[in-house]
């Protein structure tokens, strides 16, 4: 047996260090551990609730917008606001431009260098990584001859000059670095591709938030204004620009991501064989699914992205989609530095509570896994079962209730890697999945809507917000609510409690908190513990090299700022108070 560390774990957003047991050229046993302490539940206490989506949206700066939208949607069910229902078409095209966005960058810039190798692009030959893109079927106007050869250039460039910048610290000498030269060399021109691509197609939410990261959001509707006739406001001129912006994301997504992931996957087939994580999938709709209160209720308006009812499926039993019941959520701190009041492991989160025990070791330290508790991250657990939730949980469950054309996509893919439904719980499952819901999300954004928000204005219809419950004397003395909301990185949910105007209660169930978290008071693995260590077998040839452990933790795009949402300056956990 031999001990494996991986920490930090990079090309990830926060800090995640990964234990593991080998034995052999396999992993036995895995921790996950968040070592980065956050509080902003706390922070929030005794605050304007009007005000908390300011601060709730520095939970990341990676998964911006989503925090706020929940909160605000949390607390207009708490204290009966409704919206305007341009406001909430607003919403929509914000959520799903940083989705969209989140997916690119995840697949190029965080993910891709764990099956391209950069470095070997520059000795590709430009003209063959042109009939390359031809031959995955990829038309993205970027695959010609002049700009695959300036990018051989430049790599060869930063190659040869010793210096590999941004591709420093890869593994490139890995032996399972499978695509042949011009392939990479088409992969690092579409990485440079979406670097531009993402930066520029995030400026939706400037126009509609004033600002990214960070857009401005409002309680009871949108911060920014609609009226054709002002030149101050959202007019004519802004939306001939979001159209074609909305018309470019869908030409990426559609001519570059799709079939580089389908390429990429089909090389690395043997990866729908290798990371299957916790087999159970939950969602409450297609991404961008937003839900003041019960998901079960009918939403607050009708839109394509809650067009699949919110489900759960257990045991890779794809044939059976069971009702999602809010109230069997818990997080679990079995394995976690909190402690709960009534001296349990699990609450609900409309009771959660973040109260700090750190009882691990002083830095520095070299093994965390042998306590019980590890990590900074609790586990949340449906009926007290591990979730997968995400891309794939949200693919799974509207292609098992036969949503149309998530199912012609799926199926498509199936047939032509030959694949069954139960390997897309896989590291090359998740990678896949993800691409799926990037097409679909833009199908829906730039088919549905952005249309139907301009046939409103149109319509005359500019009104963004309803100040009926604005001010606190409009509301009830004491009041809960919550909203449960499909984002990027999967199901997050707000849980607020207000006491005469002010916050009393809240708590965050993040996507990365549902994945990273560790063991529960059963001693069940979370999910990315699950698909290191769930059968023995995943490969780990190199343990200099953890190229493969990556792959697999990188098919779930952790978050884990968001995941354990204050740093102590110096670094020292156990010096973090909070009281
Ligand atoms: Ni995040
Ligand atoms: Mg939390």
Not at 33 to 49: K, N, S, Y
Not at 100 to 118: G, P, R, T
Request: negative net charge; hydrophobic residues 40%.
């Amino acid at each position: 047996m031999a001990r494996v560390t991986i920490d930090p774990l990079t090309r990830i957003e926060g800090h995640l260090r990964i234990e593991m047991e080998t034995t052999g050229n396999a992993i036995t046993k895995a921790w996950s551990e968040a070592t980065q302490f956050r509080g902003l539940e706390t922070i929030v206490l005794g605050r304007d609730p009007r005000d908390v989506w300011a601060f709730v949206q520095r939970i990341c700066g990676v998964c911006t917008t989503v925090h706020a939208i929940a909160s605000i949607t949390a607390v207009e069910n708490a204290i009966g606001a409704t919206v305007p229902h341009q406001a909430l078409l607003i919403r929509d095209m914000i959520m799903a431009a940083q989705e969209i966005q989140d997916h690119v960058i995840h697949f190029y810039h965080l993910h891709a260098l764990d099956w391209v190798n950069a470095a070997s692009a520059a000795s590709a030959d430009p003209a063959k990584a042109v009939a390359f893109a031809d031959a995955i079927g990829s038309t993205w106007k970027g695959n010609n001859l002049g700009r695959m050869t300036a990018v051989r250039d430049t790599v060869k460039n930063v190659v040869d000059s010793g210096q590999l910048s941004i591709f420093t610290g890869g593994y490139w000498d890995h032996p399972d670095y499978r695509l042949p030269p011009e392939a990479n060399l088409m992969a690092v021109a579409h990485y440079l591709d979406a670097l531009e691509f993402q930066r520029s197609m995030i400026r939706i939410n400037t126009v509609f938030g004033g600002k990214n990261p960070h857009p401005n959001f409002l309680v009871g509707g949108m911060a920014c204004s609609i009226d054709p006739s002002h030149s101050e406001t959202v007019n004519q001129v802004q939306t001939d620009l979001i159209q074609e912006w909305v018309q470019e994301i869908y030409d990426f997504v559609r001519t570059c991501y799709v079939p580089d992931a389908m390429a990429i996957v089909g090389v690395y087939k043997d990866y729908f064989d290798i990371g299957a994580s916790s087999p159970n999938y939950l969602a409450v709709g297609r991404a961008g699914a937003c839900f003041a209160g019960d998901p079960n209720q009918a939403p607050r308006y009708p839109s394509p992205m809650m067009d699949i009812k919110p489900g759960v499926i257990l045991n890779d039993d794809f044939s059976k989609v069971l009702d999602f019941d809010a109230s069997k959520i818990t997080e679990s701190i079995a394995s976690s530095w909190f402690k709960y009041a009534d001296g349990g492991k699990s609450l609900t989160p409309d009771k959660g509570e973040t109260t700090v025990d750190y009882t691990g070791p002083s830095l520095p330290y070299t093994w965390l896994g042998d306590s019980d508790k590890y990590s900074w991250c609790k586990a949340p657990r449906y009926d007290g079962h591990p979730m997968q939730v995400g891309p794939l949980s949200r693919v799974m469950l509207a292609y098992a209730q036969g949503h149309p054309r998530t199912k012609e996509i799926v199926d498509n893919a199936l047939a032509s890697l030959q694949i069954t439904p139960k390997q897309m719980n896989s590291t090359a499952g998740r990678t896949l999945a993800r691409a799926v819901e990037c097409l679909t999300s833009a199908e829906t954004l730039w088919k549905d809507t952005f249309p139907t928000f301009i046939a409103g204005i149109k319509a005359g219809d500019i009104n963004v917000f309803d100040p009926a419950r604005w001010e606190p004397s409009s509301w009830p003395t004491s009041c809960q609510g919550y909203c449960i909301v499909e984002v990027a990185r999967g199901n997050l949910s707000h849980w607020v409690g207000i006491e005469k105007g002010k916050i009393s209660h809240y708590q965050a169930v993040v996507p990365t908190t549902w994945l990273a978290g560790g063991r529960d008071e059963t001693g069940m693995q979370g999910p990315y513990e699950e698909s290191l260590a769930g059968n023995g077998l995943h490969p780990l040839v190199d343990p200099a090299q953890p190229l493969e452990p990556l792959r697999t933790i990188h098919s779930f795009d952790p978050c884990m700022s968001c995941s354990v949402h204050v740093l102590d300056p110096d670094g020292d956990a156990s010096e973090v108070s909070l009281s």
